[in-house]
């Protein structure tokens, strides 16, 4: 291997790919960035003129012995070759990207040897456990590219398992580094896969000291690509609100179900009861349980307790009032009128089809209104990627996009549509019922209750979606709201005049 920089014009190729992806001169010495050339023998001959026999070649990786034998030959040609040092900083193999497309391994590393196991080292890891040191996060993306844009960056703590998933020693690796490292993932489908194993690798190892944060980045980026696009800031912004282990257990276990029945909100407490029991450590295991009991509460808006009574995650009595009760009943419109935007910024092809739609959302954050301004106007202000910014470091919304980088369009769609859906009824049915609510003046009686409880469930389909497919939200929008409005309109609530 030669240092690209000083390696022939067969580099050429290269240094220019480098160079498309930033990397100047002084990158490539910093990161020892080197050069294979793609000959069959040329490393071989030059390690044998230093007086090294064949044996040991072999036995340190860089040359491969031909199965039927023959003369040993260059394990790395045509490739960018990138150094693997262990915890101590010392040389111990070697990634290779290839310049041939055709290649049948994009990145080649060294084999087993005596000094190298890929399973239980990182790259960059013993620089990267200097800067945890002064205080850096360890941040662990998916490849040597990913590391340098975040070392580059400023993010110096970045490491990479090499080529393969994290394995059970790298994670200890880490943690005897960090007590809570970072997990950077694409936002492919590859990425989303990552996360998934990670989740059933790193249960049975978590607990106090022992503990992961992931962030998803937007769909079809890494991290060099949005840091590229919107700088060091916007990579900073999604690691500040990385989300813990318990978050993407609860939405992998949740993804594309419905609870509409005892038996499927019972198979859900047997996956998440299965997944937490591997938990060792009891005071994790506990605060899992109650973690997951109030998203639970949360997704079925609470349990009935006796005599209807509502109750909290753990059991308690809920306030009682109907005003309390409705208003549990609200989704976060905020959540709602983000998703949506996030979807049509990262799904620009969708907009035609709700344009309509939403021209009609009125956002209340200046940078939300100029990011809808320049959807709908197809241009780009600051303010506007402010907006975006800020929504895809929002850690509500960090499941968005593992949804929007789904190649069927029409479900994406959809979904887009079932959150405009879903805005438009519960804005609807707030707005009469805040109507209602005016009016009554302490006229109510007991009608009240029942034409209240009417509102709430008008509120509660509006918040789960899942009930379209009964066909409870298969009316027409304006037929909803027309019935809320009738019945403010004709004071509903108002005992009829004695005749």
């Not at 993407?248 to 276990?253: D, F, M, S, V």
């Amino acid at each position: 291997m030669v240092p690209l920089a000083a390696a022939d014009r067969r580099s050429a190729e290269a240094r220019a790919y480098l160079l498309r992806r930033g990397l100047d001169q002084a990158a490539e010495e910093r990161f020892e960035i080197g050069f294979a050339p793609d000959q069959r023998y040329a490393l071989t001959q030059a390690l044998k003129d230093k007086g090294f026999d064949d044996g040991l070649i072999v036995e340190s990786g860089m040359s491969a012995k031909p199965d039927g034998g023959g003369q040993i030959y260059d394990r790395f040609r045509g490739r960018i070759i990138f150094p693997i040092r262990d915890g101590q900083g010392r040389c111990i193999g070697f990634g290779g990207r290839s310049m041939d497309p055709n290649a049948r391994a994009k990145y080649l590393n060294s084999p087993e040897t005596p000094l190298f196991d890929k399973g239980r080292n990182l790259y960059h890891v013993a620089s990267a456990r200097a800067a945890v040191a002064k205080g850096k996060a360890l941040i662990v993306a998916e490849g040597y590219m990913d590391v340098i844009a975040l070392v580059r960056a400023g993010f110096d703590g970045a490491v990479a398992p090499l080529g393969t998933a994290i394995t059970e020693d790298q994670l200890r690796l880490m943690w005897r580094i960090s007590p809570e490292p970072v997990i950077a993932l694409d936002g492919d489908a590859a990425g989303q896969r990552a996360a998934q194993r990670l989740i059933d690798l790193a249960l049975p190892m978590t607990g106090p000291g022992q503990a992961l944060r992931f962030v998803v980045l937007p769909a079809g980026q890494d991290p060099d690509d949005l840091i590229k696009a919107a700088g060091a800031g916007a990579m900073g912004a999604l690691l500040d609100n990385a989300r813990p282990l318990v978050d993407l257990l609860w939405a992998r276990e949740i993804e594309g179900q419905v609870f509409d029945s005892p038996e499927r909100k019972a198979a859900l407490d047997k996956r998440l009861n299965d997944a937490i029991g591997k938990i060792p450590d009891e005071a994790t295991r506990r605060h899992y349980d109650r973690e997951l009991g109030q998203k639970k509460w949360a997704l079925f808006g609470g349990t009935t307790g006796r005599r209807g009574q509502k109750t909290g995650p753990n059991g308690r009595k809920s306030a009682s009032t109907a005003e309390v009760k409705l208003n549990s009943l609200l989704p976060a419109e905020g959540l709602l009128e983000g998703a949506s935007l996030l979807i049509c910024a990262l799904r620009p092809e969708l907009i035609g089809a709700v344009e309509t739609r939403i021209e009609r959302l009125t956002p209340k954050d200046q940078n939300r209104a100029a990011l809808l301004f320049d959807l709908l106007s197809h241009s780009e202000s600051p303010a506007g990627r402010q907006g975006l910014e800020t929504l895809r470091a929002d850690a509500h919304l960090g499941l968005t996009p593992s949804v929007i980088c789904s190649q069927d369009a029409d479900a994406v769609a959809a979904i887009l549509n079932n959150l405009l859906d879903r805005l438009e009824a519960q804005r609807a049915a707030g707005a009469e019922l805040a109507r209602a609510e005016a009016e009554i003046q302490g006229e109510a009686d007991e009608g009240l209750t029942w034409r209240m409880q009417q509102i709430a469930r008008a509120r509660h389909r509006a918040e789960r979606p899942e009930l379209e497919t009964s066909g409870d939200m298969n009316e027409d929008r304006d037929a909803l709201s027309a019935q809320l409005s009738g019945w403010v309109n004709e004071q509903i609530w108002r005992k009829p005049p004695k005749r």
